[in-house]
């Protein structure tokens, strides 16, 4: 209301007052705010200044397979939810953080080389911690591998590695399934992590038939990071409640 001048205008135009905040069904008025506004007024969304204690901590964006990436811009605290968030996930997951981890996904998403670059293909990069709770707690050690390495690499690095835990996109993960890997590497894992992509009831049937172990899945937005994970007693998922608010919205926009 105060500091972004998008929504100063916009309370201004459906006349709310600050008093009328007092009530939160009093957002019911205000419409909702699509991504192309937010393209739209990029600038009008950003604050005019940051609260004492917050500090400007750079930008997410959205995939873009529904259209065009959305830029979001984030303080060190709306960034550093993730992580947070990340750490409970794993928590409900009951996943060990001392074990170890390999996530085989898009090279945009890994972490960088040493020099800051991608990580190139027929490379797997070893961390000194696990990604996002690394900063948060003491952690086993884990790999970054691309996803757009040959699938039989990926076999391949996954017998080298032998981890724990294993997180990649659900599609690349049913076709890893479909591979030939070892009984010894099989019973080296504890879990394993579906990402990104759609995972149907037979997806989900195949790759724990073959990894023999819990498949986990989450839902989230890369603007604003984990919205909800699964819940490993069937399927539906906790919220996030803290972090968002989740709304069905029906066709005729209600």
Not at 141 to 170: D, G
Request: proline share 6%; net charge negative.
């Amino acid at each position: 209301y105060d500091v972004v001048p998008y929504y100063r205008q916009l309370f201004q135009d459906q006349k709310i007052s600050r008093r009328h905040l007092r009530d939160s069904t009093i957002l019911n008025e205000i419409p909702i705010l699509e991504k192309g506004e937010v393209e739209k007024h990029a600038q009008k969304l950003q604050t005019d200044h940051l609260w004492p204690g917050h500090k400007q901590a750079g930008t997410t964006q959205s995939s873009g397979t529904t259209g065009q990436p959305t830029v979001v811009q984030h303080s060190d605290f709306s960034l550093g939810m993730f992580r947070w968030l990340k750490q409970r996930e794993l928590r409900w997951y009951r996943y060990d953080p001392l074990a170890a981890m390999l996530s085989i996904r898009p090279k945009i998403e890994l972490p960088r080389m040493p020099d800051g670059s991608l990580i190139p293909d027929g490379t797997y990069l070893k961390l000194a911690a696990w990604p996002y709770l690394g900063g948060l707690f003491e952690t086993g050690p884990a790999w970054a591998f691309n996803n757009t390495n040959p699938v039989r690499e990926q076999v391949q690095t996954l017998e080298k590695i032998k981890p724990n835990y294993l997180l990649m996109q659900s599609s690349c993960l049913e076709y890893l399934s479909m591979q030939e890997i070892s009984a010894e590497t099989v019973d080296s894992l504890v879990g394993v992590h579906a990402i990104s992509q759609t995972l149907t009831p037979a997806m989900r049937e195949q790759i724990e038939k073959i990894f023999r172990v819990p498949l986990h899945q989450n839902y989230g937005l890369n603007e604003i990071g984990l919205v909800a994970s699964r819940c490993e007693e069937g399927g539906r998922y906790h919220v996030h409640s803290e972090q968002c608010l989740v709304e069905i919205v029906r066709d005729d926009g209600t």
